[in-house]
């Protein structure tokens, strides 16, 4: 006979501690291990913490403006390529995926992937360069450190505390995320199952949107090895496709291989370490990562994507005048904060009038910003 549920937990429901030690490795970040929050709380009677932060990312503001936001390119040039959102969602199904192989804890692994790009600005790394250099003198801005800023002081969606109230465990794998420089053992493996998924994700959608958009064609990225490989297993597989099959076949390809990879690589290392808890793998500097042979191949790739995609001519334009508009909007409400929500205004106060004006602007969908743009200082 089981024993009976602990307090709160509606009879029959077992809990999220037994649900993870019976199913994730003792390597794995339990929730019995977690450290809590800044603020106390009661906990779920059954919702582990890191479902709970799961479920709070995905109700927060910041994250439904992933929406509005880009990824490479801009709603003026169609509507099949990825979204900061649809580009989340990607990350987290990948690092999903990644975390059950590998019985890691999903739920952690899940808010991290929701919460990796939450404080991207509007128009993507071309928003970020130009809102940095609006607070060159005061520290600068940055989307990872602007995720903490989002999580634990603008989000408002609890009568007794600001913020989200994330896991201890959340916010500190972001914060190592904000500080790559950062000395001292790395990361948790959740967190690190969620970097690499990131990368597999945007190496193989940025090549999927490129030859869509006509940027670059099928047949110019297979001088690239991990490209040709791709397309020599869909051709061996499926035999002569059309082009747009092609395409779709060779993008699900670059995922396969790249999560494959990742875990006949890290499976049968984790094998060989006894590692007994969380901690000890963090403490053993224990890498996830892609084999040599993959990783140099990826490199390739994002090598020919940075010169003939992220710098092609129609991106360099849209990059360039949507930093001089953010320029422009950032002398303007800051000359005249009345512009401001009433909400930035007061925040003004407490953190300096130049970043108050960054932290609004980062906020802004695409669409918001234009229109902010055109009402006011076009
Ligand atoms: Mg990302």
Not at 40 to 67: C, K, M, N, T
Not at 78 to 104: C, F, P
Not at 106 to 129: K, T
């Amino acid at each position: 006979m089981s024993d009976p549920a602990p307090a709160g937990v509606p009879a029959g429901l077992h809990t999220i501690a037994d649900r993870e030690a019976a199913l994730l490795a003792p390597y794995a970040m339990h929730s019995v291990d977690s450290q809590g929050r800044r603020h106390r709380e009661p906990e779920h009677p059954y919702r582990g913490p890191f479902q709970r932060d799961r479920d709070r990312i995905v109700h927060s503001s910041a994250y439904r403006r992933l929406s509005g936001k880009m990824q490479v390119f801009t709603g003026e040039m169609g509507d099949y390529h990825r979204t900061r959102l649809t580009h989340t969602l990607e990350v987290a199904s990948i690092a999903r995926t990644m975390a059950r192989a590998l019985r890691l804890n999903e739920d952690l692994v899940e808010a991290l992937a929701l919460f990796h790009d939450i404080g991207h600005p509007p128009f993507g790394h071309a928003g970020e360069d130009a809102l940095n250099d609006c607070l060159a003198d005061e520290g600068g801005f940055s989307h990872n450190r602007h995720a903490l800023t989002i999580a634990e002081e603008l989000e408002s969606r609890y009568p007794h505390f600001p913020g989200l109230n994330l896991s201890i465990e959340v916010l500190s794998c972001q914060a190592a995320r904000a500080d790559k420089s950062q000395s001292g053992p790395p990361t948790l493996l959740e967190a690190q199952v969620v970097d690499a998924a990131d990368s597999a994700t945007y190496a193989a959608h940025d090549t999927d949107d490129a030859v869509k958009l006509g940027l670059v064609t099928l047949d110019e990225l297979s001088q690239i090895k991990l490209v040709r490989e791709c397309m020599r297993r869909v051709q061996e597989r499926f035999g002569v496709l059309d082009e747009a099959m092609l395409r779709k076949s060779v993008v699900h390809e670059l995922v396969d291989c790249q999560v494959n990879d990742l875990l006949r690589n890290s499976a049968a290392r984790l094998e060989r370490f006894p590692f007994q808890a969380a901690d000890d793998a963090r403490q053993d500097h224990f890498a996830i990562c892609f084999g040599d042979e993959l990783a140099s191949m990826k490199i390739e790739l994002q090598s020919f994507l940075y010169d003939r995609v992220y710098r092609h001519p129609d991106l360099i334009q849209v990059r360039t005048d949507a930093q001089q508009r953010l320029q422009r909007m950032f002398a303007g409400f800051f000359e005249c904060p009345d512009l401001m929500s009433e909400k930035y205004r007061r925040r003004a106060q407490r953190v300096g009038a130049r970043r108050a004006t960054v932290e609004y602007l980062a906020g802004m969908t695409e669409r918001f910003c234009d229109e902010q743009f055109r009402e006011h200082f076009a």
